[in-house]
């Protein structure tokens, strides 16, 4: 079965982490509008795609693909007050591998093979992109009124409600973001793909803000699962019932139609408000107990990974049962 996971960061770690124990075949598609941290240094100084999201998928597989000691290392951040200092092994490497190979997916399979893990990493554009988005409460005089911030930083600490994100290509004016060709073809030929969870205005919705992807995403024949977060983001998305993910994401992208919808069930406080949002999206809602009982915050990647099976109607040796389109929310 061939699984495509669209994200960012934590989450899509958490996803990939989950996906593997279902099937081998995984492909990431990992958003490239950071502008924080080592990432946002490294894309600043040298005009390149930021790493740091992208580090973290191959950190994801490689833990998976029993290459711990990569995992580590690629997630090492150097200490001191240096030039290095807060700088992440694996951004750097990659950084270099862009600017020698000169093509970023040429590099990022060229880090597969250096790394050794069966999973492929893609950027969802060749282009670093940038973040804009509309938020109200930041006016102390009209509450209301909608301000427009831009920066994936500044949209995801905002301490406003952040109500709409665009993205653009730094530089330009009119021309939309461009998809990476090899994340479309990726989507297109997939078996299932899955949306989330993730900081969801600025890791998981940027996805079907850029054109050609948006464009796979609708027409693409795989079943489609959503994965939700298990609380609210301070932010982001402070307030947010686990539906009103749900319709944000029919906002932004109204003729997206999906199969599954995967939730914790303690972080659903209404799973029939779920349900009903589920259904405007042509999905089912799948409750399970997905979170990690030791670390607050966090998927426990062996019951996502059994909710996942569930949702996709797969039987443990991962046959085909039914499909997600042919079972009953649970």
């Known amino acids: 079965m061939r699984a495509v996971a669209l994200g960012g960061g934590h989450?899509?770690?958490?996803?990939?982490?989950?996906?593997?124990?279902v099937t081998p075949d995984v492909t990431a598609i990992v958003t490239v509008a950071d502008d924080g941290g080592s990432s946002g240094r490294l894309r600043r100084e040298l005009g390149l795609l930021p790493p740091g999201d992208l580090r973290q998928a191959f950190?994801?597989?490689?833990?998976?693909?029993?290459?711990?000691?990569?995992?580590?290392?690629?997630?090492?951040?150097?200490?001191g007050d240096g030039a290095l200092a807060g700088h992440a092994v694996g951004n750097l490497l990659l950084a270099g591998l862009f600017e020698v190979l000169?093509?970023?997916?040429?590099?990022?399979d060229e880090a597969r093979r250096l790394m050794g893990v069966s999973g492929?990493?893609?950027?969802?554009?060749?282009?670093?992109?940038?973040?804009e988005g509309e938020v109200?409460?930041?006016?102390?005089?009209?509450?209301s009124a909608l301000r427009r911030i831009r920066g994936q930083v500044a949209v995801a600490s905002t301490p406003g409600q952040v109500r709409r994100v665009s993205l653009r290509t730094p530089g330009t004016s009119a021309r939309p973001p461009v998809a990476c060709e090899e994340a479309v073809e990726a989507v297109l030929a997939a078996d299932v793909v899955?949306?989330?969870?993730g900081s969801w205005f600025t890791s998981v919705l940027p996805h079907l803000l850029v054109p050609g992807l948006h464009d796979a995403l609708v027409r693409t024949t795989a079943t489609k699962a959503i994965v939700l977060n298990l609380v609210p983001q301070p932010g982001e998305t402070a307030g947010f019932s686990p539906e009103r993910h749900l319709d944000v994401l029919s906002e932004h992208a109204p003729l997206l139609r999906v199969d599954a919808v995967i939730?914790?069930?303690?972080?659903?406080?209404?799973?029939?408000?779920?349900?009903?949002?589920?259904?405007?999206?042509?999905?089912?809602?799948?409750?399970?107990?997905?979170a990690d009982p030791e670390v607050a915050g966090?998927?426990?990647?062996?019951?996502?990974?059994?909710?996942?099976?569930?949702?996709?109607?797969?039987?443990?040796?991962?046959?085909?049962?039914?499909?997600?389109?042919?079972?009953?929310?649970?």
């Open 102 to 108: 000169g093509d970023p997916v040429a590099a990022l």
């Open 194 to 197: 899955f949306l989330g969870p």
């Open 120 to 131: 492929r990493v893609l950027p969802m554009s060749p282009e670093p992109l940038e973040i």
């Open 136 to 143: 109200s409460g930041l006016d102390s005089e009209d509450p």
């Open 263 to 290: 939730a914790d069930r303690d972080s659903v406080p209404d799973p029939a408000n779920l349900r009903r949002a589920a259904t405007r999206l042509g999905a089912r809602a799948h409750l399970g107990a997905v």
């Open 59 to 79: 950190a994801a597989f490689a833990a998976e693909d029993g290459g711990t000691l990569w995992a580590e290392v690629f997630q090492h951040r150097f200490g």
């Open 11 to 21: 989450g899509l770690h958490a996803t990939l982490s989950a996906v593997r124990r």
């Open 298 to 330: 966090r998927h426990d990647p062996d019951a996502l990974a059994r909710c996942m099976r569930e949702a996709l109607g797969l039987g443990r040796g991962g046959e085909h049962g039914g499909g997600a389109k042919g079972r009953e929310g649970q």
